[in-house]
Structure formats: structure tokens, C-alpha cells
């Protein structure tokens, strides 16, 4: 997969076939439009068209806001996403002042024409673009017959009465479920990062955990979950099975948000590695134990839960 982080690219990255949106989580509703865009490029390379910073992102630094994580996926984890869905290519659009005032009219032709030489896009029925949100699907259509590029419009998809999309995700995850969020999502919510060093508590108590920072990521509920974890670098690459703890751990006052991750009959060394959490089931909530005898006989239950839940799968 080839990822250009600019609005220049080679000439020979030109002229492809191309879905527009956030993509945040590439959940069921994005693979079903970038299944929608293989088709449509017709054996020609195939990409996404996505934005850095996300807007909503932008808006809110640029307004002082100070809003809470929202992204399921930060944009290196997106990009290794859509790299296993076998996109060709992933134009990130650098979101900015001069991006983000644009016209809808100037955006169909300094981005999609001038910038990407773009054949054709697909996007959902509900695509929104241009300074104030003011271009719609028929906007894009009527731009698209004078500037010589095709619109293909996808249909948003269902999960029950509700409508796939990062929103129902974020509040699945949020309420404890993570196997809602897979079920739209087509694969278990991932954390993704480089472990790094921390207090190494969990070496002291008999369970060494490998370290992610959430730090800009969208908060699942905190507690304790059944994981499967893919090493992704090292050589110690492979999948795994275990379990995590996600929030700030009361028990020692600390509130820096973090993921911290016990992987069983494991004993290598994974500080600098890069690893992978997927979320399968939710055990139980953050708790604040009488001593550390205690602690440790909960990780054990944890573990042991954690074992039967994922042996089942």
C-alpha cells in the first residue's frame, strides 16, 4: 500500500478510484464502500481519500475546545487497517485553514482534480463536504460532471434498527460491550502502539503488563477485559491471548488514562515492540482493593476468567 501525506503525489498515483470519509474504526459500514470502490476501480488501483488532522480534531483546537478522545483509530492504526483490507492506496489530506475553507466547488477542483486526479469517488449517501458542511451528495454530482470525474453514492449500512457507523461504536464500547462494537466494527476494537516502560507494578505483583498510552483515543469503559494481542514487530511476532486493564488505576492514585496488558505463557521482552489489543469481553469494573493480597487473588479470578472466555473462541 502506498500512503501519501500530502496534497502532492506521483503522477503515477493519479487517475484512481477512490472512497472519501474519516474512516475512523473501518468498521462494517467503510469496508461495505470500499467493497463498493474495488468493484468500481475495475482491477485500476483503489484507495481512500481521509483527513489529518481528523476534522472534528481541528475544529476543536482551533475553537479551544477541549473535548474528549474520540478516535477509534489513530491514523497509523487506520492506515495498517485499510492495508489489510487491501487498499491500494491512502491520501491524507492535510486538514487545515486554507482546506477547511473551501467552497464545495473549490474543493471538488484543487483536491479531487487538481491535487489527486481523482477518476472517480465513492461516498455515503449522507457525505457532507466544503467550508460549512454546505455540499451534499448532488453537489458533488454536479461537480463532478463539468471537472470529468464519476460519483458513485453507497448506501449506508444496517446493524438492527440502528446504522453502522463510529458514533454506535464509540457508545458500545463505552457501555461495557465490546461485542456490540464487533459486530460492526467486523473485527475486535483495537489498541494499537509501541509498549513502553512504566511503573512495573505488575512484574512486582507476578503479572508483567506491556504498556499502551490511550493518550487522543477514544475511552472504552474502564475495568478489566478478555484480549486477544497480535505482537506486530520483534521476534516475538504472533498472536496471543490475555488480559487487560484499561482506566487509572485508583488503587495506587494515579488518573493518566492507560492500557495495560498481561499476556498469558508469554516471557518475552516487548518494551519498543509494537502490539496490538483486540477487545473481546468486558470482566468487570475499576476497583479499589484493601491491600495488595487482594488485588492479586482478583488478578488471578481476572486471568482465569479471561482463559475461559477466549478458549471459546
Same mark, same amino acid.
Given at each position: 500500500?502506498?500512503?501519501f501525506?500530502?496534497?502532492t503525489?506521483p503522477s503515477?498515483?493519479?487517475?484512481a &478510484?477512490v472512497?472519501?470519509?474519516?474512516?475512523d474504526?473501518?468498521?462494517?459500514?467503510?469496508?461495505a464502500? +470500499?467493497? @463498493?470502490?474495488? !468493484? =468500481?476501480?475495475?482491477?485500476?488501483?483503489?484507495?481512500v481519500?481521509?483527513f489529518?488532522?481528523?476534522?472534528?480534531?481541528?475544529?476543536?483546537?482551533?475553537?479551544?475546545?477541549?473535548l474528549?478522545?474520540f478516535?477509534?483509530?489513530n491514523?497509523e492504526?487506520r492506515?495498517?487497517?485499510?492495508e489489510k483490507?487491501?487498499v491500494d492506496l491512502?491520501?491524507?489530506?492535510?486538514?487545515?485553514?486554507?482546506?477547511s475553507?473551501?467552497?464545495?466547488?473549490?474543493?471538488c477542483?484543487?483536491?479531487?482534480?487538481?491535487?489527486?486526479?481523482?477518476?472517480?469517488?465513492?461516498?455515503?449517501?449522507?457525505?457532507?463536504f466544503?467550508?460549512?458542511?454546505?455540499?451534499?451528495?448532488? &453537489?458533488?454530482?454536479?461537480?463532478?460532471?463539468?471537472?470529468g470525474f464519476?460519483v458513485?453514492?453507497?448506501q +449506508?449500512? @444496517?446493524?438492527? !434498527? =440502528?446504522v453502522?457507523?463510529s458514533t454506535?461504536?464509540?457508545?458500545?464500547?463505552?457501555?461495557?460491550n465490546p461485542?456490540r462494537?464487533?459486530?460492526?466494527?467486523?473485527?475486535?476494537?483495537?489498541?494499537?502502539g509501541e509498549?513502553?516502560?512504566?511503573?512495573k507494578?505488575?512484574r512486582?505483583?507476578?503479572?508483567p503488563?506491556?504498556?499502551?498510552s490511550?493518550?487522543?483515543l477514544?475511552?472504552p469503559?474502564?475495568?478489566?477485559?478478555?484480549v486477544?494481542?497480535?505482537?506486530?514487530?520483534g521476534?516475538?511476532?504472533?498472536t496471543?491471548q490475555?488480559a487487560?486493564?484499561?482506566?487509572?488505576?485508583?488503587?495506587?492514585?494515579?488518573n493518566?488514562p492507560?492500557c495495560? &496488558?498481561?499476556?498469558f505463557d508469554?516471557?518475552?521482552?516487548?518494551?519498543g515492540?509494537?502490539?496490538?489489543?483486540g477487545?473481546?469481553?468486558?470482566?468487570?469494573?475499576e476497583?479499589?482493593?484493601?491491600?495488595?493480597?487482594a488485588?492479586?487473588?482478583?488478578?488471578?479470578?481476572?486471568?482465569?476468567?479471561?482463559r475461559a472466555?477466549?478458549?471459546a473462541?
Amino acid at each position: 500500500m502506498r500512503r501519501f501525506q500530502s496534497l502532492t503525489i506521483p503522477s503515477d498515483a493519479r487517475g484512481a &478510484t477512490v472512497a472519501i470519509g474519516n474512516f475512523d474504526g473501518v468498521h462494517l459500514g467503510h469496508q461495505a464502500v +470500499l467493497n @463498493q470502490t474495488r !468493484d =468500481a476501480a475495475n482491477g485500476t488501483p483503489f484507495g481512500v481519500l481521509t483527513f489529518e488532522p481528523h476534522p472534528r480534531e481541528y475544529f476543536a483546537h482551533r475553537l479551544g475546545k477541549d473535548l474528549p478522545p474520540f478516535r477509534l483509530l489513530n491514523a497509523e492504526s487506520r492506515a495498517n487497517r485499510l492495508e489489510k483490507l487491501g487498499v491500494d492506496l491512502v491520501f491524507e489530506a492535510p486538514f487545515d485553514d486554507a482546506l477547511s475553507n473551501l467552497s464545495p466547488e473549490q474543493f471538488c477542483q484543487e483536491i479531487l482534480t487538481d491535487a489527486y486526479g481523482l477518476a472517480r469517488v465513492v461516498v455515503g449517501a449522507d457525505f457532507r463536504f466544503g467550508k460549512g458542511r454546505e455540499g451534499s451528495v448532488e &453537489t458533488l454530482k454536479t461537480c463532478a460532471q463539468s471537472m470529468g470525474f464519476e460519483v458513485i453514492v453507497a448506501q +449506508l449500512e @444496517q446493524f438492527g !434498527d =440502528a446504522v453502522i457507523s463510529s458514533t454506535n461504536i464509540r457508545a458500545a464500547l463505552q457501555s461495557a460491550n465490546p461485542r456490540r462494537a464487533a459486530a460492526m466494527l467486523g473485527h475486535w476494537h483495537r489498541i494499537e502502539g509501541e509498549v513502553r516502560h512504566g511503573e512495573k507494578r505488575g512484574r512486582e505483583l507476578g503479572y508483567p503488563t506491556a504498556n499502551l498510552s490511550i493518550d487522543g483515543l477514544h475511552q472504552p469503559a474502564f475495568g478489566v477485559y478478555a484480549v486477544t494481542v497480535d505482537i506486530l514487530t520483534g521476534p516475538d511476532q504472533g498472536t496471543y491471548q490475555g488480559a487487560t486493564s484499561i482506566g487509572v488505576r485508583p488503587m495506587f492514585g494515579e488518573n493518566r488514562p492507560n492500557c495495560e &496488558t498481561f499476556l498469558f505463557d508469554f516471557s518475552g521482552d516487548l518494551y519498543g515492540q509494537k502490539i496490538s489489543v483486540g477487545l473481546v469481553e468486558y470482566l468487570r469494573g475499576e476497583e479499589n482493593f484493601d491491600g495488595l493480597d487482594a488485588l492479586i487473588k482478583q488478578m488471578q479470578r481476572d486471568c482465569d476468567q479471561a482463559r475461559a472466555i477466549l478458549s471459546a473462541l
